[in-house]
C-alpha cells in the first residue's frame, strides 16, 4: 500500500507544463513537492496566493506565508499575493486546469464528499464547492477504506455532497482508478496490492480490463 506520500508523488506525474493547479487540504498539499523537474507548474491557493512552491525546510517557515490550510509554505519567484475575492474569480472563471482534492468519500457517478461529517464541528465548507463546480479536471487524492477497512469508494455517498458528477480520477493507496460512465475503472495498482484486494476494498461499481499495470513511485 502507499503512503500519502507515495500518492502524492503518484498525482504529480498527472501536471503539465503550464498547468495552473489549485492543492486542497492534506495529500493534496504534498503534491508541489514532486514536481517533475521538465515542466512548470503554477499552484493556486484560495487564500490569495499564486505561484505556490513546496514545503520549507525545518527552521526555515515564515508565519505570514500559508496555504489555505494554514499550513506554512514557500512562494517560488514570481508568485503573488491577493485577496480572497480575486482568488475565487480565478477559480470561478475556470482558470484552474487542474485541481486536486482529498475526500471522505467518492461516488462511482463522481459525486464527492469532503467538507462535513454530520455531528461533528466544522469551521466552515471552505473553497471546495467553488472549485468543484468550475474546475476543468478533478483528481482526488484519498485513503481507499477508512480506519475500520469499510469502503470510501461507494455506489453513492451517504456523506454531505460538496459536488455531483465532477470527479474525474481517484489515486489511492491501493490503486489509480479513473471514473467513467461504468463506475471506477481500474487502471494501476500500487506495487504488491492484487486486484482482488482492490474489488473488496471498493463497494461501488469496479471495472478491471485487460491488463493492468503496475504504479510507478
Not at 514557500?74 to 485541481?99: C, E, N, Y
Not at 471506477?184 to 461501488?204: C, D, I, M, W, Y
Request: glycine residues 10%; proline residues 4%.
Amino acid at each position: 500500500m502507499l503512503s500519502k506520500e507515495q500518492i502524492a508523488k503518484r498525482i504529480a506525474r498527472e501536471l503539465r507544463d503550464g498547468y495552473y493547479v489549485n492543492l486542497g487540504i492534506g495529500i493534496p498539499t504534498l503534491v508541489a513537492n514532486y514536481v517533475p523537474e521538465d515542466i512548470e507548474v503554477v499552484f493556486q491557493s484560495e487564500n490569495g496566493l499564486l505561484g505556490m512552491g513546496p514545503f520549507p525546510y525545518e527552521g526555515e517557515e515564515d508565519p505570514d506565508v500559508i496555504n489555505a490550510g494554514k499550513q506554512t509554505v514557500t512562494v517560488l519567484p514570481g508568485g503573488v499575493f491577493f485577496d480572497s475575492s480575486t482568488s475565487f474569480a480565478m477559480i470561478r472563471g475556470r482558470h484552474v486546469h487542474l485541481t486536486v482534492l482529498g475526500a471522505m468519500e467518492v461516488s462511482e457517478k463522481g459525486d464527492i464528499a469532503n467538507w462535513k461529517i454530520p455531528g461533528k464541528m466544522v469551521k466552515g465548507m471552505g473553497g471546495a464547492m467553488d472549485l468543484v463546480a468550475s474546475a476543468k479536471n478533478i483528481i482526488v487524492a484519498m485513503m481507499h477504506t477508512d480506519k475500520y477497512g469499510n469502503s470510501k469508494l461507494l455506489k453513492e455517498c451517504t456523506l454531505p455532497i460538496t459536488g455531483l458528477q465532477c470527479v474525474k480520477k481517484v489515486v489511492t493507496n491501493l490503486a489509480v482508478l479513473d471514473i467513467t460512465e461504468r463506475g471506477f475503472e481500474l487502471r494501476e495498482l500500487a506495487p504488491g496490492v492484487s486486484v482482488e484486494t482492490v474489488r473488496k476494498a471498493t463497494e461501488g461499481t469496479l471495472i478491471v480490463e485487460g491488463d493492468i499495470k503496475t504504479m510507478e513511485i
